[in-house]
């Protein structure tokens, strides 16, 4: 049994509030896991070729291809991104797209799983996480546990945070403040926000160790989807 950890932060791990929080997941799973950052990685959108339909392999030769056997192997996910315009950053969405590649005709290598998603923002990771957790919807795998923090903006490293009247730290202090060390935000620096990460790590190890019907799971994920549908109409 194992988890792939998705990270799709574009910063280094040392200071990426995501890496963080996925990292924390995983290892209060109890399980194996494999955590693969998307930093740096050449990951392009789907293009709607269809060159899926037959045999759901993506015909795109990129990084995603060598990552395309654990993505099926993996027992469950833990996917985090950061904030980027309240929706995902561009090459965790792209890394979401092409999981298009395992819909066609009824394939189930995905059907049933489960999974953890993680976001992080300057104000909120609500939107990632939300979002993250509508991909998993489409590909009817349960999510069983959301996390969301607040990141550090760019805006406080940028060099002109105690100015910029637009940026986040003057939406959060307002004019004129001088900045800290201790103002950046930090999710390591948030016990709820941790003790979040840490509880959906245990949740999401129960789930696995206990054994789950994949197919009572996809049958409620689909249900669950369709009411959605549903109530959009």
Not at 56 to 81: F, P, T, W
Not at 83 to 109: C, I, K, P, W
Request: with cysteine; net charge neutral.
């Amino acid at each position: 049994m194992k988890i792939l950890g998705i990270s799709g932060s574009c910063r280094e791990n040392k200071v990426s509030g995501v890496h963080t929080l996925v990292k924390t997941v995983l290892e209060n799973t109890g399980i194996e896991y494999e955590l693969i950052s998307l930093r740096k990685k050449n990951i392009g959108g789907c293009i709607a070729c269809l060159g899926c339909v037959k045999d759901n392999i993506c015909k795109v030769k990129d990084d995603l291809a060598d990552m395309r056997d654990i993505i099926v192997k993996a027992d469950a996910y833990v996917i985090g991104a950061p904030n980027y315009y309240s929706t995902l950053n561009a090459v965790t969405h792209a890394f979401l797209e092409r999981m298009f590649q395992f819909r066609h005709q009824e394939g189930d290598l995905l059907w049933g799983k489960l999974a953890v998603s993680v976001g992080v923002g300057g104000t909120t990771g609500q939107f990632p996480a939300d979002a993250i957790e509508g991909f998993m919807m489409y590909n009817f795998i349960e999510t069983v546990a959301k996390v969301s923090g607040q990141g550090a903006a760019s805006c406080f490293t940028c060099g002109h945070g105690e100015t910029c009247k637009v940026g986040i730290p003057t939406m959060l202090y307002g004019e004129g403040f001088k900045m800290t060390d201790d103002m950046i935000p930090d999710v390591a620096r948030q016990p709820d926000v941790m003790q979040a990460a840490v509880d959906a790590g245990k949740l999401l190890g129960e789930r696995l160790l206990k054994g789950h019907d994949r197919e009572k799971v996809t049958m409620g994920v689909q249900q669950k989807m369709m009411e959605q549908f549903g109530s959009s109409i």
